[in-house]
């Protein structure tokens, strides 16, 4: 009799397990050949497991592995997938299956007997079935299959921790207490080991910003160097050319006319160079790369640097995605044979970084909702009202400060951000 209850547990928990993958990636579960194939392998192979190993840990650890691997050849989605959708199912099932037997436990003499399995796992399909019916699960897999590094973590970790509470009750059931303590020990081993993880994810998130600004903005500091170079030679050239012209030019206004074009086309030269002493090498980079990409598009940007030493608590990778944002939101603002101005300055131990625009006239409603995920001036294309909304979250987590204003520049309104950190 208990070989039957065996294989009809067995049974159940394979539909339970099918059931929810199913509906977690959204497929349609349809009875065929192969499905059947699987279910009487996995039938043959649990139960062969459990003649030869009868009850223990190692039994129950190879009944997990079997699972899982046949939801990988079955489904055939990536490995990683796979164990992210097997811990969710898991976890879930168990979830559910310790309220059945919460309810059962009066009623019953032994929770962890075949019979007793097969009542839980009755009810629990039901259950399974009921909450299928009425709740899009696909859509909580995708949030954790889109979900950071923390929450998988979280996720795992809740597998392994539930997996052990579930054969301390199948294996120890007579000790009720311990079981319980035991479970509260492994909330706190989870809740220690997550913290844990999460503050070595975001160290090692922020190494990876760090590394991935210097790989793509230093080659840009190296042809900032080689223009200048470049331009030093031209320099020479033309000074000699001014040092000549008195003796080319017979009067006093034919000089000064000369003077005054060659100097002009010396500041013209001479203007990456200003670049070059900003104390931030990367972040000149950047905005050397924006200049070259505003001139591509046809547009002017006329960058100052007031204060060449500039200085910040913020680090230089949160500097490039601030201006980034900043440039990349006046480029799509304006267009071509338009003016952006981008401005540093130094306000005590504060860098102040500043953009104007051709832009709208501030209202109460556009500053309002300026900064709010999803509002966007710009085109429908693309992601809108991420990049405001990011750069205002960045100000604020450095204690910093964001104005925006209007400021008429030849007749034109432009769109002022100020951001001092």
Sequence with gaps: MDYVL????????????????????????????RLLLILVFYLIFDFSLQLILSHGYVLYLLLQLASLVLIWVFFKIAVYRCIMLYSLIYVSLVSVQFLVISVLMPFVPNVSSSATGVIGNSLTLVCVLIVCTFLPLHKVYNIVDESNFTVKSFLITGYIAFMFINTR????????????????????????????????????????????????????????????????HDFSNQIQTIASMPFVYDNFEDISTAILEHTHMLTIMTYPSKLLSINYKLLAALVYSKAALAKEANKNLDYNVKTPMLESKVPEHILIEIVG??????????????????????????????????????TPEFSRNMFTLGFSTKSLTGERGIGMYKLKNIVQDYKGDLTITNEIIDSKTFLCFEIVV
Aim: proline residues 2%.
């Design 6 to 33: 065996t294989i009809i547990n067995l049974f159940l928990e394979f539909w339970l397990t099918a059931i929810l993958v199913h509906k977690l990636i959204n497929r349609k579960l349809v009875i065929n050949k």
């Design 169 to 232: 009750f199948q294996f120890e059931t007579s000790d009720y207490l311990t079981n319980i303590m035991l479970i509260g020990i492994a909330v706190i081993v989870i809740v220690f080991v997550n913290i844990n993880m999460f503050y070595i994810n975001s160290k090692l998130i922020v190494q990876e910003k760090i590394i991935t600004a210097h790989n793509e903005y230093l080659p840009v500091i190296n042809d900032v160097i080689s223009q200048v170079r470049s331009i030093q």
């Design 325 to 362: 944002i900043l440039l990349d939101n006046a480029f799509e603002a304006t267009k071509e044979n338009d003016n952006i101005y981008l401005i540093f300055d130094q306000i005590g131990d504060k860098m102040v970084i500043i953009t104007k625009n051709v832009g709208p006239d501030l």
